[in-house]
C-alpha cells in the first residue's frame, strides 16, 4: 500500500497547501477540478489573464487557493487546462478522423478542415485567443503554453496524416510539417483574420464549408503527385487564329 505524505507542500507565494486526502475519495476531487475550470473559464474570459486572480477563482469555485495550486501548479497551468477544456470535443473528433481507415484525401482534409475552422471561430476560441493576446505581451508564458498546446500540436499530428499520404503515393509533399502549416492557413486564413479583428459575426458552417473548400481544393494543386498534377493543370489558352 503506497505510504501517504506527510509534509505540506509550498504554494507559490509560500502558502501551505494540504496533501489530497486519500479519503476524500476521486469523485470529490473531480469535482473540485470542474468547479474550478468553469469558474476559471468565466473568470478569464471576462476580467482578462491579468485581472483573474486565483483568489477570484476560488471564491468563484468555492474552494481555497492551496486546492487550486494542487490541482494545476500555477495560474498559466490552470488558463492552458482551460483552453484544452474548451477544445476537448474538437481534439476528440480529430483524432477519430486521423485514425480513421484511409479513404479519399481529399473528403478526408475537408473534415479535418471543418473542424479545426469551426473550432477556432467558435465564440470559445475567440474569447480564449482575445485572453492570449492581450495577456503575452507581460505573460509570454501563456503565449508559449497556447502556442504549444494547441497551433503547434495540431500541426505536428497534421504532418503525421500528411505522411501516411505521402507514403501511399496520393501526396508529394517534400516537408510535410510545411504543408501542415499552408493546409491550415489556407482553410483558415480569411475567417480567422475577421474573428481576430472583431470583425465577423456568427459564422455559419455553409461559410466554413466554403472557406475549407477553396483551402482543401488550393492544397491539393500544389501537393499532388506530378502525374495527377499535370491531368489536372488546365490547358493553356490559344489566341484565335487572326
Known amino acids: 500500500m503506497a505510504r501517504r505524505a ?10 501551505p497547501v494540504e496533501p489530497v486526502a486519500p479519503a476524500a475519495g476521486p469523485g470529490r476531487d473531480h469535482s473540485h477540478r470542474g468547479r474550478i475550470l468553469a469558474a476559471a473559464r468565466e473568470a478569464f474570459a471576462r476580467l482578462g489573464y491579468a485581472g483573474a486572480s486565483v ?16 490541482h494545476f501548479g500555477d495560474k498559466a497551468a ?10 476537448r470535443g474538437t481534439r476528440d473528433e480529430l483524432l477519430a478522423i486521423f485514425q480513421a481507415p484511409a479513404g479519399e484525401l481529399g473528403d478526408q482534409l475537408r ?3 471543418e473542424k479545426v475552422v469551426g473550432f477556432i471561430t467558435s465564440p470559445g476560441a475567440r474569447a480564449i485567443h482575445r485572453v492570449v493576446v492581450a495577456a503575452a505581451a507581460e505573460f509570454p508564458e501563456v503565449g508559449r503554453f497556447f502556442y504549444e498546446a494547441g497551433a503547434r500540436s495540431l ?7 500528411l505522411d501516411e499520404a505521402v507514403a501511399r503515393g496520393t501526396l508529394q509533399a517534400p516537408d510535410t510539417t510545411v504543408a501542415a502549416n499552408h493546409l491550415l492557413d489556407l482553410c483558415c486564413g480569411e475567417l480567422q483574420r475577421r474573428c481576430q479583428l472583431g470583425v465577423a459575426g456568427v459564422v455559419g458552417r455553409a461559410e466554413i464549408r466554403a472557406a475549407v473548400e477553396s483551402g482543401v481544393g488550393a492544397f491539393l494543386r500544389a501537393y499532388a503527385p506530378r502525374s495527377t498534377a499535370r ?3 488546365p490547358a493553356a489558352r490559344r489566341d484565335a487564329p487572326e
Open 6 to 15: 506527510s509534509g505540506k507542500r509550498a504554494a507559490p507565494g509560500g502558502e
Open 55 to 70: 483568489e477570484h477563482i476560488a471564491q468563484r469555485a468555492r474552494v481555497s487557493k492551496p486546492t487550486i495550486y494542487v
Open 78 to 87: 490552470l488558463f492552458v487546462a482551460c483552453v484544452q477544456e474548451e477544445s
Open 111 to 113: 473534415r479535418i478542415g
Open 155 to 161: 500541426t505536428t499530428r497534421m504532418a503525421r496524416y
Open 231 to 233: 491531368r489536372t493543370r
